[in-house]
Nanobody, 125 residues
Framework: QVRLVESGGGLVQAGGSLRLSCAASGRTFSSSAMGWFRQAPGKDREFVAAINWSGGATYYADSVKGRFTITRDNAKNTVYLQMNTLKPEDTALYYC??????????????????WGQGTQVTVSS
């Protein structure tokens, strides 16, 4: 399995920006679809963004489309989430995940995928 470590979270005012990073260890990183999910207090974990193995295709939740950008650097085994125009409703614990797959019900992480420990993003109004 891939081991994932997120960083870059913090406290920011509404309208501000943050960039999250997810460093991965493991030989399968460059062949794996990667993504970000988030979980706000009292809510279920939800999909935020995904990127295919090459970085040539990206996918976003409607709530972040146009504001967030997911990228990856396979030479550095790292995936990024650039978050602009942040809103208080973006406040959540953000998780990086590997080996994402897509079914009719949406993006999910199968049993052989990995999760990071999460990084907190707090947006003040």
């Amino acid at each position: 399995q891939v081991r994932l470590v997120e960083s870059g979270g913090g406290l920011v005012q509404a309208g501000g920006s943050l960039r999250l990073s997810c460093a991965a260890s493991g030989r399968t990183f460059s062949s794996s679809a990667m993504g970000w999910f988030r979980q706000a207090p009292g809510k279920d974990r939800e999909f935020v963004a995904a990127i295919n193995w090459s970085g040539g295709a990206t996918y976003y939740a409607d709530s972040v489309k146009g504001r967030f950008t997911i990228t990856r650097d396979n030479a550095k085994n790292t995936v990024y989430l650039q978050m602009n125009t942040l809103k208080p409703e973006d406040t959540a614990l953000y998780y990086c995940a590997s080996n994402l797959e897509y079914l009719s019900r949406g993006w999910y992480v199968p049993d052989f995928g990995s999760w990071g420990q999460g990084t907190q993003v707090t947006v003040s109004s």
